[in-house]
């Protein structure tokens, strides 16, 4: 069971920006794309999420052997693929608490619902754990939370959903360490032999905290080299620039 990525191209108007990119991400592992920005990592984290600004050109996406490039976002959501945002958006008029609940019924059949007081419990426990404050629940989605509280709220998304593949976009962009640590441990928490991730950073600070199984380096739309951990080390001592072929 995993997410096979093969060949794949996608472009956003005319613009080419995955340019051939091959990934599997098997079910408990995690994987971690670091590259420099630009390089189209958001970009094939939403081509992945089913975003429709960009269209795939050439390739496919399957996964657990079932194509999902003809299935809308909402539909790949269900299947189980959640993407944490690098800018999560913000929800005016849509409480928190309210969301994460539509969007738990949303998985039900047809006319069955959350029991609201065992949702309520799971929902704070899990806020809890993120050391989240309950005022959060009643708060508009997003609205005015800081870029920390924002990546909280992604952690707590994902969490309430329990998909089976998590993509998490830049998510320890804007932490400060004690935040960071928090929502590592939020995914670390989330980490089982059924569910895969894949990571993306631009920094090796946060793999500190979620080992990786293996990292890949993203580089003008393809993936160029993958390794084991001590990759994104020798990143962050190295830079970029050794893995950049030879033609650019
Ligand atoms: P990364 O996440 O690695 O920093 P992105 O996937 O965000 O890179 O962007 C890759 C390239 O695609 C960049 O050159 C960016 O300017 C371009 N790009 C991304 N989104 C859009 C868009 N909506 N319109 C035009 N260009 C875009
Ligand atoms: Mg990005």
């Known amino acids: 069971m995993s997410i096979i990525i093969k060949d794949l191209h996608a472009k956003i108007g005319d613009t080419e920006i995955l340019k051939g ?20 990592k958001s970009t094939l984290s939403k081509v992945i999420a089913g975003h429709d600004d960009y269209q795939v050109t050439s390739g496919t996406i399957e996964m657990d052997g079932q194509d999902i490039l003809d299935m809308d976002v909402d539909e790949r959501s269900r299947e189980g693929v959640f ?11 849509v409480s928190n608490a309210n969301f994460i609940r539509a969007a738990l019924n949303a998985r039900l059949p047809e006319g069955e619902e959350l029991d609201a007081v065992a949702y309520y419990k799971e929902l704070y426990a899990k806020m809890d754990g993120l050391e989240m404050d309950r005022k959060f629940t009643a708060r508009a989605v997003n609205e005015g939370f800081s870029g920390g509280e924002k990546k909280r709220n992604e952690i ?5 959903l329990e998909p089976k593949y998590c993509i998490l976009d830049e ?8 935040a960071l640590k928090i929502v590592s ?5 989330l980490r089982t032999e059924d569910r ?8 090796q600070r946060l793999l500190n905290y979620i080992k990786p199984d293996v990292v890949h380096v993203m580089y003008d739309g ?21 893995f950049k072929p030879a033609s650019v």
């Open 21 to 40: 990119v091959n990934l599997e991400i098997p079910k408990g592992e995690v994987h971690a794309i670091m590259g420099i920005n630009g390089s189209g």
């Open 83 to 93: 993407l944490a945002f690098q800018y999560p958006m913000e929800i005016p008029g």
């Open 222 to 242: 393809q993936i160029i080299k993958s390794g084991g951990p001590e990759l994104a080390l020798e990143l962050e001592e190295q830079g970029y620039e050794q």
């Open 171 to 178: 998510t320890d962009s804007g932490l400060d360490i004690d």
């Open 156 to 160: 707590l998304q994902m969490a309430m």
């Open 185 to 189: 441990r939020g995914v670390n928490s």
């Open 196 to 203: 895969g991730f894949l990571i993306i950073t631009h920094y």
